[in-house]
T-cell receptor, first 113, second 113 residues
């Protein structure tokens, strides 16, 4: 079974731009969660999607948004990029969320200049 | 306010000896705890978990201990091997927060030959 894939792996943007990151979950998994990882901060939860609906949301500003498609693939969008948005963005999939083991993709490294 | 804390950013252990990674939490509602391991340029991978109804869970060289009264858990790796060098994250979840995972900042484990 193929693992979680994320594209692109690396991205460089400038302040004020917007960016869209993509995540393809493991086949059969319906829950997709997004995390931001910065040095020394661990993983900060952004949001979780299940069956195309946002089921859970972390404490991030509205510039961070996401969606999930009918095939469970998910996208995350960040508008009006700030320098502090530079981070590793990780996507994780699980069968149904809610305590299921999460399987992570390799992440997208976003650098904002 | 960090609900899950890993107070040691790094730990160095001799190959063959025991590695002990610690994690403290503040939310008494947490009822499920997990350890993930992360290599550079890869997403975290699930290692071992424990439910709050247990105080120990073992899987091969990995054992997790939970002390609910102290709100403390630890991961023991015996014997430590070079491939164990990675960043280890502790995470916790609770039914009342829809099982959203709350993550520690990670501990970098270095196994010395």
């Amino acid at each position: 079974k193929a693992g979680v894939t994320q594209t692109p792996r690396y991205l460089i943007k400038t302040r004020g731009q917007q960016v869209t990151l993509s995540c393809s979950p493991i086949s059969g998994h319906r829950s997709v969660s997004w995390y931001q990882q910065t040095p020394g901060q661990g993983l900060q939860f952004l949001f979780e999607y299940f069956s195309e609906t946002q089921r859970n949301k972390g404490n991030f500003p509205g510039r961070f948004s996401g969606r999930q498609f009918s095939n469970s693939r998910s996208e995350m969008n960040v508008s009006t990029l700030e320098l502090g948005d530079s981070a590793l963005y990780l996507c994780a999939s699980s069968f149904a969320g809610k305590g299921d083991t999460q399987y992570f993709g390799p992440g997208t490294r976003l650098t904002v200049l | 306010d960090q609900q899950v804390k890993q107070n040691s950013p790094s730990l160095s252990v001799q190959e063959g000896r025991i590695s002990i990674l610690n994690c403290d939490y503040t939310n008494s509602m947490f009822d499920y705890f997990l350890w993930y391991k992360k290599y550079p340029a890869e997403g975290p991978t699930f290692l071992i978990s424990i439910s709050s109804i247990k105080d120990k869970n073992e899987d091969g060289r990995f054992t997790v201990f939970l002390n609910k009264s102290a709100k403390h858990l630890s991961l023991h790796i015996v014997p430590s091997q070079p491939g164990d060098s990675a960043v280890y994250f502790c995470a916790a979840s609770a039914l009342d927060s829809n099982y959203q995972l709350i993550w520690g900042a990670g501990t970098k484990l270095i196994i010395k030959p």
